[in-house]
């Protein structure tokens, strides 16, 4: 099969496989419903909405010994991943669809002293699937049995394609033949990089194919 690249771009993201972003929290979730806690976790990883009170609405710091000054504007904290306030700002001026903000508080390990600022859980409840893997040169096979692909890289700019389909629909998403990824509208990724927000996403362009035939 035969592809194109059009005049059109998308972006992927590296946070969700970066250590640095790894916040030793932990949730109230699990004291609620651990087993609910867990399945809400695995199915954000795969893109897949849940009901909002499967996620943690207080978050504190896990450990005594942990102590934690400055968190960024993205990151990942008792499973879940959380944005502040001026990330979900932007976020709330796109299409969503069923990805979810819900408002956490964080506090230190004592549970009494907050941190300062907004936050939210950015809970993933959307996919799509447009990705072309034979048109993307620095991927790997994640599960040998299964369809299922991931950067090779982090250097990956221009290095997936996805279909011209990736086009529509909603401006935040993962893709149901990736793993460790999340994907952003180029509107959405130039309104994040006008409020200097994309930095800790490691964002790189993605190539938009259509097929020939």
């Given at each position: 099969?035969?592809?194109?690249?059009?005049?059109?771009?998308?972006?992927?993201?590296?946070?969700?496989?970066?250590?640095?972003?790894?916040?030793?929290?932990?949730?109230?979730?699990?004291?609620?419903?651990?087993?609910k806690?867990?399945?809400?976790?695995?199915?954000?990883?795969?893109g897949?909405?849940?009901?909002?009170?499967?996620?943690?609405?207080?978050?504190?710091?896990?450990?005594?010994?942990?102590?934690?000054?400055?968190?960024?504007?993205?990151?990942?904290?008792?499973?879940?991943?959380?944005?502040?306030?001026?990330?979900?700002?932007?976020l709330?001026?796109?299409?969503?669809?069923?990805?979810?903000?819900?408002?956490?508080?964080?506090?230190?390990?004592?549970?009494?002293?907050?941190?300062?600022?907004?936050?939210?859980?950015?809970a993933?409840?959307?996919?799509?699937?447009?990705?072309?893997?034979?048109?993307?040169?620095?991927?790997?096979?994640?599960?040998?049995?299964?369809?299922?692909?991931?950067?090779?890289?982090?250097?990956?700019?221009?290095?997936?394609?996805?279909?011209?389909?990736?086009?529509?629909?909603?401006?935040?998403?993962?893709?149901?033949?990736?793993?460790?990824?999340?994907?952003?509208?180029?509107?959405?990724?130039?309104?994040?990089?006008?409020?200097?927000?994309?930095?800790?996403?490691?964002?790189?362009?993605?190539?938009?194919?259509?097929?020939?035939?």
């Amino acid at each position: 099969m035969s592809y194109r690249t059009l005049d059109a771009r998308v972006w992927a993201t590296n946070c969700l496989t970066d250590g640095e972003l790894i916040y030793a929290f932990r949730g109230n979730n699990l004291e609620r419903d651990k087993t609910k806690a867990v399945e809400a976790i695995r199915r954000a990883k795969k893109g897949e909405a849940s009901a909002d009170d499967s996620f943690p609405d207080e978050l504190y710091v896990a450990s005594e010994y942990e102590k934690i000054s400055k968190i960024p504007n993205i990151f990942s904290a008792g499973g879940v991943w959380v944005i502040s306030g001026r990330f979900a700002e932007v976020l709330r001026r796109f299409e969503l669809g069923q990805t979810g903000l819900y408002p956490v508080k964080l506090f230190h390990h004592d549970r009494k002293t907050p941190f300062e600022g907004e936050y939210f859980v950015l809970a993933f409840g959307e996919t799509k699937d447009t990705f072309v893997p034979e048109e993307s040169p620095k991927i790997k096979n994640i599960f040998m049995s299964k369809d299922i692909w991931g950067p090779r890289n982090s250097d990956n700019d221009d290095s997936l394609a996805l279909s011209s389909g990736v086009l529509q629909g909603v401006d935040l998403w993962m893709e149901k033949k990736m793993a460790h990824v999340f994907f952003l509208s180029d509107r959405l990724y130039q309104a994040l990089s006008n409020e200097k927000l994309t930095k800790p996403l490691k964002p790189y362009r993605c190539r938009v194919v259509s097929n020939l035939h």
